[in-house]
């Protein structure tokens, strides 16, 4: 009965954040001036990343067992691997667009990219823009790579939750849940940018989110033997967070604006942190 309970939980907090954040997205977000608009969700992505790094999966690390030192390599290393493997990813689209130029230039003449049949004219533009601008979007993978980590051990920390009292579980899921949902938020923005794509972006960071059920499951029947490891767990998870937030996300807002788009990306800075640091205190309170 445990079991199930932990995995509809996992489920609710993993998935479910996912599709919540996605829902308010859809709701709240448009282009139009005065209202909430890319800049805005780049803003509170960027803030909700390094809030969830420092203010919750960092903290929850080093009270664990493990030595600073060692969790401040693993952070080091980890950060390092997440730039490792953007330069690989940025390898491999560069390989596949200077492959795709080479075959428009002998099709087409040197003219424009010519549409198929029924493709509409805007969707070839993107792709191609895409293509041209792979080198620009960093984070696809890498948040996805993190994003896995991070719900793995909230799925452990759930299961672990569960295990102690069914009452304490249920809270800890709805903490995962809410803070789950502004970061994911922030996810389904870079996943957009880097895809093309909002379906895939969906599908993706929902994979990503459903390994918050693995977690649980080998949590319950693994929970003595990965206690140990959990704080190394939640470091990978944190520094792949700063560097999708600090790489990506920042680098993007760094544009010249005016005071009150200043203010307003600031602002929104700013509820990211906030909207994470009161979900990790409420579950720590917990």
Known sequence: MTLVAIILATLGAGIGSVWVAALLMRVGVNSGRGGLN??????????????TAFMHLLPEAFEGSAGAHALFATLLVG???????????????????????EHHAHADHGHAHAHAPGEDPGHAHDHGHAHAHAGVQAGGWTLITGDSVHCFGDGILIASAFVADVRLGLV????????????????????????GNRRLALLKVSLAGAVT????VVGFYLLEPLQDWLPYFLTVASSSFIYVALADLIPQLQ??????QTAAQIAWLALGIGLVTAASGLAHTH
């Open 172 to 195: 800890a899921a709805l903490a995962v849940l809410a803070h789950e949902v502004p970061h994911h938020m922030g996810d389904l923005v870079v996943m957009r940018q880097a895809s």
């Open 255 to 260: 544009k010249r604006l005016t005071a009150r």
């Open 38 to 51: 890319a800049q805005h969700l780049l803003s509170l992505a960027a803030g909700a990343l390094l809030a």
């Open 213 to 216: 059920t693995l977690g649980g």
């Open 79 to 101: 950060v390092v691997f997440f730039f490792l493997l953007d330069k690989a990813e940025l390898w491999h689209h560069g390989h596949e667009h200077g492959q795709g130029h």
